[in-house]
């Protein structure tokens, strides 16, 4: 099983950024799919989190300028960050777990390489 994200790189403050992941080498949809970043110098902590459902979960540090999808077939997540800050800085990474809390706790199933996001 592969998670990969896309769309990193560097933003200005003030802007939009855009990530996506998609999962291969497994046939099914994960129940729960989510987002994690950890910014320099800290742990790693949950950003949003969707299940198959579509109901999200966002942390309290993005919440209203954050939107978390999947895509139709339920295989590919999506996050739009938007009015970016310096403190948005991090690597971001995808995930995915059978069971939204194991994953917002920080034990997803599996975890994607990550994308590097700088705002600055």
């Known amino acids: 099983v592969q998670l990969v994200e896309s769309g990193g790189g560097s933003v200005k403050a003030g802007g939009s950024l855009s990530l996506s992941c998609e999962v291969s080498?497994?046939?099914?949809?994960?129940?729960?799919m989510g987002w994690f970043r950890q910014r320099p110098g800290q742990e790693r902590e949950a950003v949003a989190q969707?299940?198959?459902?579509?109901?999200?979960t966002y942390a309290d540090s993005v919440k209203g300028r954050c939107t978390v999808s999947r895509g139709n077939a339920k295989k590919s997540l999506f996050l739009q960050l938007n009015n970016l800050i310096a403190d948005d800085t991090g690597t971001y990474y995808c995930?995915?777990?059978?069971?939204?809390?194991?994953?917002?706790?920080?034990?997803?199933?599996?975890w994607g390489q990550g994308t590097q996001v700088t705002v600055s």
């Open positions: 969707i299940d198959i459902e579509d109901t999200a």
């Open positions: 080498g497994y046939s099914y949809s994960w129940y729960c």
């Open positions: 995930t995915a777990h059978w069971n939204c809390h194991q994953l917002w706790q920080g034990h997803p199933n599996y």
